[in-house]
């Protein structure tokens, strides 16, 4: 149907609904209430490496860009992996290099090119939120979804200065961030996949990444 | 209900209140706050008898309606203006208004003019307390009978089962009596070992649990608030 | 209340395995949802939740236009389904137009509300559910019985039965086993589809945003690796700002199973970019009334203010004792009850209202701070109004009524009822009250006010 003809039905039946005596609606308030934690946060870095590590991410530091090799050549280690797809994310930028030096044969992203067989992905992140240990991935930015999605195992390199404290600091902000409106998919990912569906047990590694990695660079 | 079923429970209520330092009488023309109806949706009837208790009430002069029952007194305070509006009768809305405002529940009226001292509570006494639906929800007294119950002297039990629903529900323990009597076993069957007795301060619930406890063998005895603090 | 409800109710209880599963999973959700409380003001931002989507629904018409008009201009193209039939043709008709054999859905309560998938493979399409608990459901031929998780009534012995029926090796009782084989069978699945369908948990109207919480990743896979993506949307499922957004979801993940995010917290706007490798390249946005507008205008519009946490359902101590599937409805426990009669408008469904002691849980556990207790009393109101209870009942509540609003017919009654043998008056115990309890001696049978009167207190 039409929108109007959707619409219509929804206008005439939206006369002000009977206001209950026992436990009525409190007016709206002027601005949405922010967000009070019983725990106060030092720092967001500490505070986003405790979080996310206790959701099962591997979480590294490097000073520089430098630094993130020893934490690849770690990786590739622990992980088995023989190759990688790697974004066009600015924070990792130049590291295909890298990676061929330490053996691990890089796949392009791009169109067309099946990277379901490929062990690693490794993407930059737009940020990070500390409360809740969560990386952010903007396809825009990284070119693509795939790369923080199809591969066992996901390497995220985000910058500290980019670390933020907590979803507010995201989504009240987005205009400012976005000014011609959001990308078109931006996903904040909070460890490994997972699944309690079985007898509530939680099952790690389902649809999407196994394993996670973050490096954070600059601290 | 206690006037009806439990006559004793309005005597201990009766002398605690005493003990307590208060003047009590009962209004004549207070019947029932018409709860059963209300929940089974009959709200024309519910008004109607609560009309009659409403109007009762207003004209008494007392300076606190203390109920005894959890459940009533949340309907009158809570559910009371409600009724009144769902039935169109305006005024009487704002007279349950005002009449709810002079309500206090009897632990909860207790536990703000203490005094009551400690009661003859044997040495070994532990109280699984039940937290009555209304009361605890719609009521928001919680800390108030426990606070009094071990004022009097008594030990509680650490009973996890004990804000659950005992699956009384009026007329649900009737509709869906295999779920109602499901419910009142979850709660039983996590009772601890070491309590003495099983307390609550709504008669219904009591009943409830009481009764199953009867068919099940369970020789556990269940008493009102007011029975543990009138000891 | 009709036989059906109670005889479903019963077989419930008689099977302990199905219990011992229920109480297992929705305490285990409740225990997380407890101790994950990190807020200090989650009183504070239920209260503004339950006033903020009051305000969003009271203005929805409005609402609804803006996220169309944004999502339009990102490119998304926008349908507008009346009821569950024009929804299912919307969506068939997508998948036919681009010649789709292979569907890939993300878990949508909606989408089974709809009926969607039967319509689907009528169509000669095969359609695939990727969410675990949603896949096991399909592969064992089930409806949902808790939407957030739809299989959870199942043992892990029963999810091994169910996978091996279509396992090449036998497959064991474990968890990780299970998943893994689920892992790999729906790999290939989400590499080979023609198109992903989704639900949607939030729509913020002011960028044509869709929202999806998931955990397994299958959320991200269906909206990025095939080309076409349809989301089904509930038209009350909706935000107007982001701000709102950051309020709901700081309460919708924390309520539903104690986590602060859900794993993949996917936010798509518009269908893919140019420079983007991958995302589907057309998105379509299915919005969805299907009798949600009965509801508008009553004292039940509140009821869309529900964000799908299943919080309600997880302390609920009826949905405890007898689990989804005795509601017989996609939406069970305290909202499902509200929900399932209010949706079809025809009467079917109000006995749902009587599978509760309106206890309150679910007000308490609400993060929209619904009083579902209030709207259940509502429905009863309703059923009473109707016709439901039976001419006694009627009659039976239409004398006590005259009797008790008398306080002499009052006192007669209760003194008539107070003789006996001391056990309690049979006129005031129905007998269907005493199977399973056995009726306690009165404490006291004497006048009590007459006592308090003559001094004998």
């Known amino acids: 149907m039409e929108r109007q003809a959707f619409l219509r039905p929804i206008e005439t039946a939206l006369t002000a609904p009977p206001v209950s005596k026992s436990h009525p609606i409190p007016p709206a308030p002027a601005e949405i209430p922010e967000l009070v934690f019983i725990d106060p946060m030092d720092d967001p870095i500490t505070t986003f490496a405790d979080n996310a590590a206790g959701l099962g991410v591997e979480v590294r530091f490097a000073a520089d860009r430098a630094g993130l090799v020893p934490i690849i050549d770690e990786l590739a280690r622990n992980e088995a992996i023989e190759s990688a797809v790697l974004s066009f994310d600015p924070e990792i930028e130049g590291l295909e290099s890298t990676m061929v030096a330490l053996g691990i044969e890089v796949v392009p992203f791009g169109s067309g090119v099946d990277i379901a067989q490929v062990d690693l992905g490794v993407t930059g992140a737009a940020g990070a939120i500390a409360r809740t240990g969560s990386i952010v991935v903007d396809s825009s930015r990284a070119g693509g979804r795939g790369a923080s999605l199809v591969p066992p195992v996901h390497l995220a390199v985000v910058e500290s200065a980019a670390i933020d404290a907590t979803t507010s600091d995201w989504w009240r902000s987005m205009a400012e961030r976005y000014p011609s409106g959001p990308p078109s998919q931006l996903v904040f990912i909070s460890g490994p996949s997972r699944s309690a569906d079985i007898e509530q047990t939680l099952t790690v590694g389902v649809h999407g990444p196994k394993r996670v990695w973050v490096a954070v660079v600059g601290r | ?231 | 209340m009709t036989a059906n409800l109670r005889s479903r109710t019963a077989t419930a209880l008689g099977n302990p395995g199905l219990r011992k599963a229920i109480r297992d999973a929705t305490d285990r959700f409740t225990t997380h949802r407890e101790e994950g409380l990190d807020l200090a003001n989650f009183e504070e931002l239920r209260r503004a939740a339950r006033a903020t989507r009051a305000a969003i629904i009271a203005d929805l018409p409005r609402i609804l236009g803006t996220f169309a008009d944004a999502a339009e201009g990102v490119g998304a193209e926008v349908h507008w389904a009346g009821d569950a039939a024009e929804a299912r043709a919307i969506v068939t008709g997508i998948a036919t137009a681009h010649g789709v054999e292979l569907a890939v859905k993300a878990k949508s309560m909606l989408t089974e509300e709809i009926e969607l998938n039967e319509a689907l493979e009528t169509a000669g399409i095969e359609v695939v559910e990727t969410d675990l608990g949603e896949w096991i459901i399909q592969l064992a031929g089930q409806k949902p019985s808790h939407i957030i998780g739809p299989s959870l009534h199942l043992s892990k012995e029963d999810v091994a039965e169910i996978f091996n029926r279509r396992s090449d090796r036998p497959l064991p009782a474990d968890p990780e086993a299970l998943c893994a084989f689920a892992r790999a069978s729906l790999r290939e699945k989400f590499l080979a589809a023609d198109i992903g369908i989704t639900g949607c948990n939030f729509a913020v109207a002011e960028t044509g945003t869709v929202i999806l919480v998931t955990n397994e990743g299958n959320g991200r896979m269906v909206t990025s690796l095939p080309p076409v993506h349809v989301v089904v949307m509930g038209m009350e499922r909706i935000v107007e700002t982001w701000d709102q957004l950051d309020l709901m979801m700081n309460l919708l993940p924390r309520s539903a199973t104690g986590q602060k995010l859900s794993v993949y917290t996917t936010q798509v706007t518009g269908p893919r970019r140019s420079g983007e490798t991958d995302g589907p390249e057309e998105l379509h946005i299915v919005i969805v009334d299907n009798g949600r507008s009965n509801l508008l205008g009553t004292e039940f519009q509140e009821m869309l203010n529900c964000i799908r946490c299943g919080a309600c359902l997880n302390v609920c101590p009826v949905y405890r004792q007898i689990g989804g599937h005795a509601y017989e409805s996609v939406y069970s426990g305290p909202m499902g009850a509200v929900l399932t009669p209010l949706l079809a408008a025809t009467g079917t469904s109000l006995d749902l209202a009587g599978a509760s002691t309106l206890c309150g849980a679910c007000y308490d556990a609400c993060p929209v701070q619904i009083p579902l207790q209030d709207l259940l009393l509502s429905l009863r109101r309703i059923n009473a109004d109707t016709g439901g209870p039976a001419w006694s009942e009627r009659a039976g509540w239409k004398n006590w009524a005259r009797a008790w609003s008398r306080p002499g017919m009052y006192r007669k009654t209760v003194t008539a009822a107070r003789r006996g043998s001391g056990a309690l008056p049979a006129g005031l115990v129905p007998k269907g009250w005493r199977s399973g309890r056995t009726v306690p001696e009165a404490r006291g049978t004497y006048d009590l006010r007459k006592a308090l009167r003559d001094g004998k207190i």
């Open chain 2, 1 to 231: 209900m206690i006037e009806t079923l439990a006559p004793n429970v309005g005597a201990s209520v009766v002398r605690v209140l005493r003990n307590a330092g208060y003047d009590v009488h009962i209004p004549d023309d207070v019947t029932c706050c018409g709860q059963p109806a209300w929940n089974a949706g009959f709200a024309t009837e519910a008004a109607k008898v609560a009309r009659t208790s409403m109007e009762a009430l207003a004209a008494d002069d007392a300076e606190t309606i203390v109920v005894p029952a959890g459940s009533c007194a949340a309907m009158i305070r809570v559910y009371w203006p409600e009724l009144f509006r769902v039935t169109g009768d305006e005024d009487a809305s704002l007279t349950a208004t005002s009449v709810g405002e002079k309500v206090m529940e009897l632990t909860e009226f207790l536990a703000e003019h203490s005094g009551a001292g400690p009661a003859e509570s044997p040495d070994d006494a532990e109280v699984a307390y039940h937290h009555s639906c209304h009361m605890l929800r719609e009521l928001h007294i919680e800390s108030a009978p426990e606070a009094v119950i071990s004022e009097a002297g008594y030990a509680l039990s650490d009973w996890p089962m004990g804000r659950q629903c005992c699956g009384f529900g009026g007329t649900f323990s009737l509709k869906l009596p295999e779920v109602s009597v499901a419910m009142a076993d979850e709660k039983i069957d996590a009772i601890p070992e070491s309590a003495t007795c099983l307390a609550g301060s709504d008669l219904s619930c009591l009943i409830h649990l009481e009764a199953r406890l009867a068919h099940r063998g369970i020789d556990l005895p269940v008493v009102h608030t007011a029975e543990l603090l009138d000891q």
